[in-house]
């Protein structure tokens, strides 16, 4: 299939399960996963998949979302139960696969991953991670044109910036962070450390 026609495809499914804000964010996060996997020589169709998939589950309410990680094994971890917006991933990594018939491991590891990251990401996963952060309908938060520039300077460098800001963020308003965006952090910080 042709990337233009799998894009009407999935602009079509999503538009049916997703609200219209988070419908226009999913554009946004598709097309800009596109623009990035263009300039890093990465599949811009797998690319585009996995942007148009990694809310697909973000709609539905959080039991559901539990319920699908039930049905198809995937163990939920004791924050993500404590804070249920982190389960849309892993409940969207099943969907894609089990719904949408999208069984490519690279597209599942990049849905899987885009809220908390992972240390060793693929190209891929650090594509629609970073897209789900930068792509235009985000409001502007701070050093948004610095991480902006880097996404298409450095995959590692603008990782390593997104989870610091995100890691502040979380600490200023009193949340939790999930260990595994630390972890993903802690690489990062280590592999810069290691390059300079």
């Known amino acids: 299939m042709k990337i233009i026609e799998i894009s009407h495809k999935l602009r079509k499914e999503m538009k049916l399960v ?9 554009l946004g ?16 169709e797998k690319a585009l998949i996995a942007g148009y998939l990694h809310d697909c589950a973000k709609n539905l309410d959080h039991d559901e979302q539990e319920r699908i990680c039930n049905k198809y094994n995937v163990e939920l971890s004791d924050i993500e ?10 409940a969207g990594m ?5 719904k949408y018939g999208y069984d490519d491991d690279e597209i ?11 240390p060793g990401m693929t190209k891929l ?7 789900d952060f930068i792509e235009p309908n985000r409001k502007p938060l701070e050093h948004m044109d ?10 590692d460098e603008c990782m390593l910036k997104i989870l610091e800001d995100t890691i502040n963020y979380l600490k200023n308003i009193d949340k939790e962070c999930d260990p595994m965006t630390w972890q993903t ?8 450390k290691n390059n300079d």
């Open 18 to 26: 997703l609200n219209a804000d988070r419908f226009d964010h999913t």
């Open 29 to 44: 996060v598709a097309y800009t996963a596109a623009n990035m996997a263009a300039v890093h020589d990465v599949s811009i």
């Open 81 to 90: 139960k404590r804070n249920p917006s982190l389960i849309h991933a892993k």
């Open 94 to 98: 099943c969907l894609a696969e089990h």
């Open 108 to 118: 599942l590891g990049a849905i899987r991953w885009h809220t908390t990251g992972h």
């Open 125 to 131: 996963e650090k594509i629609v991670f970073i897209a």
């Open 146 to 155: 610095v991480i902006r520039k880097l996404a298409y300077q450095s995959l």
């Open 185 to 192: 952090y802690e690489y990062y910080f280590k592999k810069d």
